[in-house]
């Protein structure tokens, strides 16, 4: 009676399209049985391209273990590298992190306008060159001015997100200027809103000779780069 079960079982299958090897390993059975069995099963050209494809493939049968494998395998070669990327960036000598600094502002900050500045909507980046204004020129949080732009999609969160810099940088909201709301809609919509904290826009207060400077800074590296 069992037999009958499994023979009915296995035609079906073998009516799918499954393979005898496969069948006999599902129902625990000799492959000799299944082929037995399943004699009068007539395959689509379909099915037994399939088959064909399928028998030519070295991964079939192993493939999840062997994509879990590859997985660990980036992983550990991602964090590997990471680690290695911080250890060769290791800690910076006030020259270099003066440089670095003017190499972020070349990127990143304000050029045209009459006060130096920069936005980001990266938290560290912003950190990094409130961090530049402080050791490398000597201001303090009182020289500098804030501005959020945000989404007008994002309204209703204004208050997290203004919390959120104000923790961040260690002052209060009167050094922030009334936040700016962009009112393009967003055609994407995010998995995580949440993780949206706008664009804060970092400004150092009667800077235009600081920002002539700074000018100076960039032209700097912008010879150092023509040298060959």
Request: aromatic share 12%; net charge positive; with cysteine.
């Amino acid at each position: 009676m069992a037999k009958s079960k499994e023979k009915l079982e296995a035609i079906k299958l073998r009516s799918g399209g499954e393979s005898i090897k496969v069948i006999a390993k599902n129902l625990n059975v000799s492959p000799g049985s299944v082929s037995s069995w399943c004699k009068n099963v007539k395959l689509t050209k379909e099915q037994i391209h399939k088959l064909e494809l399928r028998a030519k493939d070295p991964y079939y049968g192993k493939r999840l273990s062997y994509s879990l494998n590859q997985q660990r395998i980036r992983k550990e070669k991602t964090k590997k590298l990471l680690n290695e990327g911080i250890k060769e960036v290791g800690e910076l000598n006030d020259r270099e992190f003066f440089l670095t600094g003017a190499a972020l502002y070349w990127a990143e900050g304000f050029k045209k306008d009459s006060q130096a500045g920069l936005a980001s909507l990266d938290p560290i980046m912003i950190k990094f060159f409130i961090k530049w204004l402080k050791l490398c020129f000597g201001y303090s949080n009182n020289d500098l001015s804030f501005r959020i732009t945000l989404n007008e999609s994002h309204k209703y969160r204004l208050k997290d997100i203004e919390g959120f810099w104000q923790n961040l940088l260690g002052v209060d909201k009167t050094y922030f200027q009334k936040p700016y709301f962009q009112k393009t809609v967003w055609k994407k919509v995010y998995e995580k809103p949440e993780n949206y904290k706008g664009i804060l826009r970092v400004k150092v207060r009667k800077s235009t000779d600081f920002l002539r400077k700074i000018h100076g800074f960039i032209e700097g590296l912008r010879l150092e780069a023509e040298l060959e």
